[in-house]
């Protein structure tokens, strides 16, 4: 079993940036795929990125490509996802999420496939 906390959200002006953590309570999230995901309020959730172990190939989707970044901290055990140049369109709540299978890479069809360990999440709201 693993935990997994979210964290730095918050309220942002559009084009400002902002740096979200995933942590892990247990395990070494190095060794497995992370995504991170995002659910607005009345639509539904979406993959917008994720970091595949081993070789930590890195995926966006359309709407984040160019904006954001997801990276690994070994030694904190975490992921983070830096988001820049935020529109009020990215105002979601944030989870990430993560398979614990070892050397996992991720789906390039579908993020969310084979990911069971979710946080709950953190609150980007992108307004001035």
């Known amino acids: 079993q693993v935990q997994l906390v979210e964290s730095g959200g918050g309220l942002v002006q559009p084009g400002g940036s902002l740096r979200l953590s995933c942590a892990a309570s247990?395990?070494?999230?190095?060794?497995?795929?992370v995504g991170w995901f995002r659910q607005a309020p009345g639509k539904e959730r979406e993959g917008i990125s994720c970091?595949?172990?081993?070789?930590?190939?890195?995926y966006y989707s359309d709407s984040v490509k160019g904006r954001f970044t997801i990276s690994r901290d070994k030694a904190m055990n975490t992921v983070y996802l830096q988001m820049n140049s935020l529109k009020p369109g990215d105002t979601a709540l944030y989870y990430c999420a993560t398979n614990l299978v070892y050397g996992s890479r991720c789906s390039l069809i579908n993020f969310a496939a084979g990911m069971n360990y979710w946080g709950k999440g953190t609150l980007v709201t992108v307004s001035s």
């Open positions: 970091i595949s172990s081993i070789d930590g190939s890195t």
């Open positions: 247990s395990g070494t999230l190095d060794y497995y795929a």
